[in-house]
Every structure is written in structure tokens, then in C-alpha cells.
């Protein structure tokens, strides 16, 4: 199978097969957050499953910025053990165990954060629960600078703790992404306006890490094909900004697509032929392709591994990203090797509230209660209701407010 082939990174790290779990936030760390032992647990479950590689979910690189209440913070060396016992998780195992670090701009819950940052002072405006979102201050140069230094450092630490490499989000409407976009970036100095000026954030981000890390160290990136808003980001200049980091030197670039305003990362919103298409950002791949030789990963609707095989046969992307399957058939690598399991097959969860369930919030929640079962060592549940999902959000909110948090 070309899913069963290895994958050799510019930097010279391989990657045993080509099936990639991609990034889902745990959601499991509040408090302190520190990874604790479901969190590590769940991870354990998912090597065992035999991928290629697993990102994890994005990792805080500020304890200012956090992007919802469970998130896992790395800024300094507090919980450097708990690390060393989440990456220890590959060790001797051929899997590959990459953290997304993120930050979180303007995308942050008003409620856990003093103060939200972003590029501009933009507010994110989501369909529902829009009051979830603050009006942010716009960042200074020095804090920029603080921030590019964050990502480097984070990721300096967790590549002592032991984990093989690391990819940064620069997608779904974050911070990276924040600086990319035109409706978010409004800045008059020379870390806005023209594509130079926006893509100047990233390209600084990427090189701190590298400068860290070393060359021999995979770094990859999770970005948008488009952010799918009138005078967002666009496919055209996604695909320049691609090049300019496949050119840097980047190891693996994943494409996804939208934000929290179009959450079209996870097929919320596009057309009902592209989700049923399965690879909803299939078209962009294949455009760049021919741009740059840096392999590409592509997440997004992948459900049969006809689909899958046929992507990987045609050229247009080296490596199959999946996250929700994944949550459901947390060993679907080798089941899908084993040739036991062909489709994916994922219920949609739905309120039956329009604007509720066009969100995805109920979706990527659903998913996430599947994420704490795996790690309370239960089985996924496949008929939980959506109205499930409610309850326990309000559970979490409890738990989290007697946390103090
Ligand atoms: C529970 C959940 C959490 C997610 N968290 C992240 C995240 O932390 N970082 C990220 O880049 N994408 C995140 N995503 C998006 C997925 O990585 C992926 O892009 C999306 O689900 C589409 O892929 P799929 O159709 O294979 O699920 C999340 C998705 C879900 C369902």
C-alpha cells in the first residue's frame, strides 16, 4: 500500500508509513496545565495504533495566551518530567510524536485570559456565543519579538523532553494565522499590509525554532489553504507564502482551511460535493504540488482508504492526515494495514439548531468527550447523543471553575 511507505523529511528523520494523526486538543490539562496521566495515556493507546506520526493537541506557548481551559502550557521547564513521560510514550517504536504549539491571538476565551492579543485590535466574530471572544489590544513590536522567541524556546524544551520533532499552527484563525490575514492584520509597520510584510511573523517564528533546534530536527506547520472570508487570506496567497517556507526549509507542511468565524477546517460551511468528496482541500494541494518539493500532508474528510490511496498515487500529498476517525479507531493504522477497516465511518452529531450545528462546536466537543474515554482506558462511544455534549461542557466549566480557573 502507499499508505504503508516510508517517508524520508528533508532533514533526514523518516517517518515509518504515511498516515499522520493530526492535531485534536485534549482539553485535559486545567489548572496547572501540565499533561497528566489520561492525557499520556490516550497517547499511548494512539502509538500503539501504529501511525507514522501524531501531532498533538496545540500547546500553549504563553501562560498569558490560552486558548481554552484545558490546554497544556509549555513556556518554561516547570513540568519537564510529565513531558519526558509523554514523549517517552514513542520511544523504540518507529512512531513519530510532534507537539503543535500555538498561540492563540484573538482566539482566546475572554474568561481565562486578563488580556487578549492579536495584530490588530480585531474582534473575532464568531455565529454564536460571540461574547466567548474579548476585544484584543493590539500586540507592540517588542511583544512580537517575545513571542517569536516564546515559539523557539517551547520548542527547544520539548525537544529536550524527548519528543521528534515539533509543527507550529499556523492555522484556523490563531495567532500565525491572525498575522497572514488582511481582515485580522491591519498593521501599518513591517509586520503588516503587503504578503511580504504579513508572512514576515511566520517566517520569524520558523527560523527562531530552527535556530533552536537544529537542522537535523523536523519542524512542520499546520496552515490554511484559505481562510474561505471575503478579504481573508487567499488560496493565491497561501500558495506564495508556501513557497516561501518550503524554501526556509520546512520539513512537512499540513494544509487544512478556515477559522473560528469559518470553521471550514473540519467541513462546517463548504459545499456538500466537497465534503462528500472527502479530501475537502484536495484542489489546493494539488496547485502546489507543483510549486515546491517539500512534502506535503493534507487533513481534512479523509474517510476511505481508496480516497486515501488514490491521493497518494496520484503524488499530490505524501502524507494522509486524520483527527476525528481517530478518536473512534484509535488503532485505524494497522487496522487499515491488517486490511480490516476500509471507510471511516463517523456520525455527525447534530442539535438540530441551524447555526448550533453549522459551528462544529458540537462536532469537535463530541470528539473531544471520545478523546477523555480513551484515556480513562473506555471504549469510544459511538451513539452519544449531541445533547451529551452539552452536559458535559457544563461539567467541565464546574470542574474548571473549582479549579479556579
Ligand atoms: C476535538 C478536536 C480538536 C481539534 N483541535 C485541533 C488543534 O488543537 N489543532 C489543530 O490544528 N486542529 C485541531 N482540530 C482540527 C483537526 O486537526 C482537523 O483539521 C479536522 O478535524 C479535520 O480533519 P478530520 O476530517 O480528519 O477530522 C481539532 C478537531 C477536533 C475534532
Given at each position: 500500500m502507499?499508505l ?38 490516550v497517547y ?36 519537564f ?10 520511544k ?6 510532534w507537539p ?21 485590535a480585531?474582534?473575532?466574530?464568531v455565529?454564536?456565543?460571540s ?10 513590536e517588542?511583544?512580537i ?10 520548542a527547544?524544551?520539548l ?7 515539533v ?13 497572514l ?10 509586520w503588516?499590509?503587503?504578503?511580504e510584510?504579513?508572512a ?5 517564528v520558523?527560523r527562531?525554532i530552527r ?7 523536523p519542524?512542520?506547520i499546520?496552515?490554511?489553504s484559505?481562510?474561505f472570508?471575503?478579504?481573508g487570506?487567499t ?14 526549509g ?8 478556515g ?8 467541513g462546517a ?7 462528500e468528496?472527502?479530501a ?19 487533513t481534512?474528510g ?23 476517525p481517530?478518536?473512534?479507531?484509535p488503532?485505524?493504522p494497522?487496522?487499515i494495514f491488517?486490511?480490516e477497516?476500509t471507510?471511516l465511518d ?14 462544529g ?26 445533547y451529551?455534549v452539552?452536559g ?5 466549566m ?8
Open positions: 502507499y504503508q511507505q516510508e517517508l524520508t523529511l528533508p532533514c533526514g528523520v523518516k517517518l515509518q508509513n504515511r498516515i499522520a494523526k493530526s492535531a485534536m486538543s485534549e482539553n485535559m490539562a486545567p489548572g496547572h496545565h501540565a499533561p497528566t496521566n489520561t492525557l499520556i495515556h499511548k493507546r494512539w502509538t500503539d495504533g501504529g501511525s507514522g506520526l501524531l501531532l498533538t493537541g496545540n500547546i500553549m506557548i504563553d501562560r498569558k495566551a490560552i486558548g481554552e481551559p484545558g490546554n497544556v502550557v509549555v513556556e518554561d521547564k516547570t513540568h518530567a510529565l513531558l519526558q513521560q509523554w514523549a517517552s510514550v514513542v523504540d517504536t518507529g512512531v513519530h510524536l503543535q504549539i500555538n498561540h492563540p491571538g484573538r482566539q482566546a476565551i475572554g474568561a481565562i485570559n486578563k488580556e487578549v492579543v492579536a495584530p490588530s480585531v474582534r473575532t466574530n455565529q454564536i456565543m461574547s466567548l471572544f474579548k476585544q484584543p489590544r493590539a500586540l507592540t517588542i511583544e519579538f517575545d513571542i517569536i522567541e516564546r515559539f523557539g524556546n517551547t527547544l524544551i525537544k529536550e523532553a524527548g519528543f521528534t520533532g509543527q507550529i499552527h499556523g492555522a484556523h484563525g490563531y495567532l500565525v494565522s491572525q498575522f490575514s488582511p481582515l485580522v492584520n491591519q498593521r501599518k509597520d513591517k503588516g499590509g503587503s504578503l510584510n504579513r514576515r511573523f511566520v517566517l520569524e520558523y527562531n535556530k533552536k533546534v537544529g537542522n537535523a530536527f519542524v512542520g499546520k496552515i490554511n484559505a481562510d472570508q471575503r478579504g487570506f488560496e493565491e496567497e497561501s500558495m506564495e507564502v508556501v513557497k516561501l517556507l518550503g524554501a526556509e520546512m520539513d512537512l507542511i499540513e494544509v487544512s482551511g477559522t473560528y468565524e469559518q470553521p471550514a477546517m473540519t460551511g463548504l459545499k456538500k460535493s466537497t465534503q468528496r472527502e475537502y482541500f484536495l484542489d489546493y494541494v494539488q496547485k502546489v504540488r507543483n510549486l515546491l518539493s517539500t512534502p506535503l500532508m493534507l481534512g479523509f474517510r476511505t482508504v481508496a480516497t486515501m490511496e488514490r491521493a497518494l498515487s496520484e503524488g499530490a500529498l505524501d502524507v494522509v492526515g486524520i483527527a476525528r481517530f478518536t473512534l479507531y488503532d485505524l494497522n487496522r491488517a486490511g477497516l471507510y463517523i456520525p455527525i452529531p447534530q442539535m438540530g439548531l441551524k447555526r448550533l450545528d453549522a459551528s462546536a458540537v462536532d469537535v466537543k463530541w470528539h473531544e468527550i471520545q478523546i477523555h474515554r480513551l484515556g480513562k482506558g473506555k471504549k469510544p462511544k459511538t451513539n452519544l447523543s449531541a451529551s452539552i458535559h461542557n457544563l461539567s467541565v464546574m470542574k474548571n471553575l473549582l479549579l479556579g480557573k
